[in-house]
């Protein structure tokens, strides 16, 4: 006992030095610590906290964080919340008192977010501004001469106007041991004006061989300025105005990883795996120079922030993706520049284009491969069967029906039938209640921009007379039907004999009301398949049991049919129209690459979108090895969709990164090109150079 309360006298005098007007009973540590007398270096690896509560994930971003204070950055709100608790008794803040940190390249970032009914700050004001009440404050602290001092512009160590920050304001810190190690370690405090104490300490407090706590080397030096710190607050609310109630202040602050470097022992940027010591604080007072209370991460049980062996765990975390192939649709013509440039942008390969040797070899020498798209689509039937009616796909007469009324609207927004109910719930990021109301009225936002008809992304369904009876607006043929599958057959053999192409691509191929043929073939085959297998025919699942079925046999056999014509043939799709009840069917198919839609060309909202890509790429290898998922993302500058903004498209790519796809189709290529921004936006997130000439899905 005596040890402790040795130790708690040493607490009282540090929390005293370091301006703290602290008088509460502090408890002691959890444990005591075991002899770190013996290493040089108290390093937060040996944090005496569990892991659990200690680590922090700080990921790497890409995203331009815009250093103004406002946390609104998409990155910001995925980041990992670090809650913050009271100092000693690990009590809950009675404010909202987090924080989170983010890096990449250049900075490591600390954002903040405190909210605070009557926000104050003093130091910075401008000195005909300094209100007589700091004054009276600082001359009421018991410490004259300091007050003094500071008024007069006097200086020792501790008297720098800056230290100003830790009598008399609120303030948020930052206490950061590049490479985790107990020395070296920086201390950033900013109140809501922004401005900044920073220090540098050589070695923080230890305990000694008697279980004492003492002051080791730590020399501080607050004339040490952070090089090239960039730092903003953000003040919701109004400022020194008791008279009204605000919300809360944020701080924002980007510490280059140059003014780190010389800290380390390790690398600098840190390498993803590295871990660095940090604790993060919130300095609360209810007046001028009153106590304080103080909420931090981690929490550390003793009111001393000088020993960085209680600090916080900084695990730097890089999963930043890229996308390895890029295939994009649309007219790619003998164009050398076009090729080049296109291969700039991250494109591997390109769907459709001119069939000749010229644009084969240019597209060659640019690496990007080329396919030839096949689809089910009517033209050409009469010169194959000259005697016979196009074997074309059947609907219900009520979709018929229901196409020709619908066929007016066609290129006209309707106000989608979708109710705000039906918006598919936001994922829990860590959000405040407040984040996620925003995003919420977002995702609700974006659905009045639908049109009701889509065009097949995914059928919407059940939105007309309560019937699922949406509709293509356009003829396909039925694939049951053995003329067709012949015809299709030799739109494979003409597309593979295309000079220098890699393979065929699919598209086109599905239902033109989503879900099945009531021909007469397929009604007879229907009733055949029922039979057999014992099914009720009336009931709905019998018949999408039996359509998919059909399609998937279908696509099958157009992939090795093109693989007995060419072993090397690679196969792409893009999974349109879509099966319903089963829009992500692609996984079923042999295709290599099976591209599925993931963001359509009218607005999904990016839960949404990354759901959707995670399916696509984790289930890739369910039914078949090999088979590699592609997310689709449509993007059209046409009347027929809203158009997509650059921050719209970034935020569907990232959603797609995050679902974890790393193959990328797009539609439509010229509208990527006739907008420099689009197309930056698509080379962002692609790997480059691309890899040149690599083709096949399967090893
Ligand atoms: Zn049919």
């Known amino acids: 006992m005596n040890k402790k309360k040795n130790i708690l006298s040493m607490i009282l005098a540090v929390i ?59 990155a910001w709100r995925r980041a990992p919340i670090m809650p913050f608790v009271g100092i000693t008794d690990e009590s809950k803040p009675p404010f909202i008192t987090e924080a989170r940190m983010l890096w990449d390249d250049k900075y490591l970032y600390a954002g903040y977010y ?89 070695q923080g407090y230890c305990y000694d ?111 930043l993706r890229r996308f390895e192939r890029f295939f994009v649709w649309g007219r790619a013509g003998e164009d050398e520049s076009y090729a080049r440039r296109l291969a700039e942008l991250g494109v591997t390969d390109v769907v459709g284009g001119t069939p000749s040797s010229n644009a084969a070899s240019i597209f060659a020498s640019a690496g990007i491969n080329r396919f030839q798209v096949v689809t089910l689509n009517v033209k050409g039937w009469e010169k194959k069967y000259p005697d016979k009616p196009p074997a074309v796909q059947k609907m219900t007469e009520a979709e018929v ?31 405040t209640e407040r984040q996620k109301k925003s995003i919420e009225g977002m995702g609700r936002a974006n659905y009045k921009f639908q049109s009701r008809y889509h065009w097949g992304g995914e059928a919407e369904g059940k939105h007309w007379r309560g019937k699922n009876t949406e509709v293509l607006a356009y003829e396909v043929l039925c694939f049951n039907t053995p003329e067709v599958k012949e015809l299709v057959k030799d739109r494979i053999s003409e597309a593979l004999a295309a000079p220098g192409v890699k393979g065929v691509a699919f598209d086109g191929i599905g239902y033109q009301n989503y879900h099945a043929c009531y021909c007469p073939l397929c009604e007879k085959l229907f009733n055949e398949y029922c039979e057999k297998e014992k099914k009720d025919p009336k009931q709905g699942a019998a018949r999408d049991e039996f359509s998919l079925k059909c399609l998937v046999d279908f696509y099958n056999e157009m992939v090795d049919f093109a693989k007995s014509l060419k072993a090397d043939a690679v196969t792409v799709n893009h999974i349109w129209p879509v099966f319903m009840p089963e829009p992500l069917y692609g996984n079923r198919l042999k295709i290599d690459f099976c591209g599925q839609t993931a963001a359509w060309y009218s607005f999904w909202d ?63 290529l010229e509208d990527m090109m006739k907008n420099d921004e689009i197309a930056l936006v698509f080379k962002k997130f692609c790997r480059h150079p691309a890899p040149a000439g690599k083709g096949g899905g399967k090893k």
Not at 254 to 261: D, F, G, K, Q, R
């Open 114 to 202: 405190f909210e605070e009914p009557d926000i104050r700050a003093y130091w910075g004001m401008e000195d005909a501004n300094c209100p007589d009440e700091l004054k009276t404050a600082l001359a009421a602290l018991g410490r004259p001469r300091r007050a003094a001092d500071i008024m007069a512009g006097k200086r020792d160590a501790w008297d720098y106007p800056e230290c100003t920050i830790m009598t008399v304001e609120r303030f948020g810190k930052l206490f950061l041991d590049p490479d985790g190690d107990g020395a070296n370690y920086l201390e950033f405090q900013c109140n809501p004006l922004n401005n900044y104490f920073d220090a540098w300490y050589k």
């Open 16 to 74: 005293v030095s370091a301006g703290f007007s602290q008088t509460n009973v502090v408890p002691p540590p959890k444990e005591t610590s075991k002899d770190s007398t013996k290493s040089e270096t108290i390093g937060a690896r040996e944090s005496k906290h569990p892991a659990a509560q200690t680590r922090y994930d700080c990921r790497k971003t890409d995203e331009t964080i815009i250093i103004d204070g406002k946390l609104d950055e998409d």
């Open 209 to 319: 061989s008697e279980g004492k706590y003492k002051s080791r080397n730590r020399y501080p030096s607050v004339e040490w300025k952070c090089p090239g710190l960039l730092s903003a607050t953000w003040i919701d609310g109004t400022l020194n105005a008791p008279q009204d109630v605000d919300r809360g202040w944020s701080i924002e602050m980007a510490i280059p990883w140059t003014s780190l470097a010389p800290l380390t022992k390790g690398s600098c940027p840190p390498a993803s795996g590295d871990i660095w010591g940090a604790h993060l604080g919130r300095v609360y007072r209810d007046r001028i120079g009153g106590e304080n209370e103080y909420w931090v991460w981690p929490f550390l049980a003793i009111k001393n922030c000088h020993l960085p062996e209680t600090y916080g765990q900084l695990v730097f975390t890089n999963d």
């Open 401 to 431: 029906a229901a196409l020709d009324m619908i066929k007016g609207a066609q290129t006209t927004h309707r106000p989608s039938a979708v109710k705000e109910g039906e918006a598919d719930e936001p994922p829990d990021w860590n959000m």
């Open 606 to 668: 990016p839960w949404r979108i990354e759901k959707y890509s995670r399916i696509i790429t984790a289930d890739q290898d369910k039914y078949h090895q090999g088979v590699k998922g592609a997310a689709f993302i449509g993007y059209y500058d046409s009347p027929l969709f809203p158009v997509k903004t650059p921050a719209k498209v970034e935020s569907e790519l990232r959603a797609i990164l995050r679902g974890g796809s790393t193959c990328l189709m797009m539609c439509g």
